[in-house]
């Protein structure tokens, strides 16, 4: 991943603002006059990080967008076992491990567990990563919340483990995660039972589609356990790999993200658009 990575993002970023804020879609002209940027530069931008013009990339960041994927790129989730929630199928093929913690190893919140982090460019920002010798156990997105608070959130999750600055520990999966280059980056989650039957559903969502926190529950077996469906998605410690911004409500709308918002609609309209372009198909990430 590049460093110009991160600063398309916030370009990115600042342009959702303005589009939010006008009651008309903005010409490039106008939009790359907002930016600062000259039109072909802005064009430049749009095209390097999706490889959709800024007025198409428009479409995908509307407000309605998320209505629109539920309508267009709704996926069920009764077929996720014949897909691949087992060794020989889809998990195993984004993973090289899937690893949970045991009840006591969850128990004992990291206990006798070196974990490693460092920041890293991502399309979507700064992000935070974290790992123990057997995988990533987080991925963060500071660009809403902050690199402090995003450290905070993460390391709170593993509260008796010890932390080290060692963010080449970490180059290899964090190449992995975001380029969908070399090895396949192993993960290493710490979660209750419910929440890892929800992080794997989530794991059969792929790139480019939806669902529903209600079609999440049903799924893994509990058609009336919505709302606590939508409580471990937003617990997932392991953002994009393990995709929690696919999963909106019945209604259309995006719900919630750990990460803010911006960050959810900016991954699902990068997903919409590499989709579409076929760009998912020949430069794939895990997760997707």
């Known amino acids: 991943m590049t460093p110009d990575a991160s600063y398309h993002y916030h370009v990115i970023r600042r342009a959702i603002a303005e589009i939010d804020a006008a009651p008309v879609p903005l010409s490039l002209d106008d939009l790359a006059s907002r930016m600062g940027m000259s039109p072909a530069h802005f064009q430049r931008v749009f095209s390097r990080w999706v490889g959709v013009s800024p007025k198409r990339y428009q479409q995908y960041l509307a407000l309605g967008h998320a209505k629109t994927l539920l309508q267009e790129r709704f996926t069920t989730l009764d077929t996720a076992d014949a897909v691949g929630l087992s060794g020989s199928g889809r998990l195993h093929d984004l993973f090289?491990?899937?690893?949970?913690?045991?009840?006591?190893?969850?128990?004992?919140?990291?206990?006798?567990?070196?974990?490693h982090w460092g920041r890293f460019d991502s399309p979507f920002g700064r992000a935070l990563i974290m790992g123990t010798d057997r995988g990533i156990c987080g991925i963060g997105f500071a660009a809403e919340t902050g690199e402090d608070a995003a450290m905070s959130d993460l390391a709170a999750r593993w509260p008796q483990a010890t932390f080290a600055e060692?963010?080449?520990?970490?180059?290899?999966?964090?190449?992995a995660a975001f380029d969908g280059a070399g090895a396949r980056a192993p993960l290493h989650v710490i979660g209750t039972p419910l929440q890892i039957k929800v992080w794997e559903a989530l794991l059969a969502i792929p790139s480019g589609k939806v669902?529903?926190?209600?079609?999440?529950a049903s799924m893994i077996?509990?058609?009336?356990?919505?709302?606590?469906?939508?409580?471990?998605?937003?617990?997932?410690?392991?953002?994009f790999?393990?995709?929690c911004h696919r999963a909106i409500r019945k209604s259309g709308g995006l719900g919630g993200y750990h990460w803010g918002l911006p960050v959810k609609r900016a991954i699902l309209a990068w997903e919409s658009a590499r989709a579409e372009t076929g760009a998912s198909a020949t430069n794939r990430v895990p997760g997707g």
């Open 221 to 239: 077996g509990k058609p009336r356990a919505a709302r606590a469906v939508g409580h471990a998605v937003g617990r997932n410690p392991i953002g």
């Open 166 to 175: 060692n963010p080449a520990a970490l180059q290899p999966w964090a190449q």
């Open 211 to 216: 669902t529903t926190y209600s079609e999440i």
């Open 241 to 243: 790999l393990i995709p």
């Open 96 to 115: 090289l491990r899937w690893e949970a913690m045991s009840p006591g190893d969850y128990a004992r919140g990291g206990a006798g567990l070196t974990v």
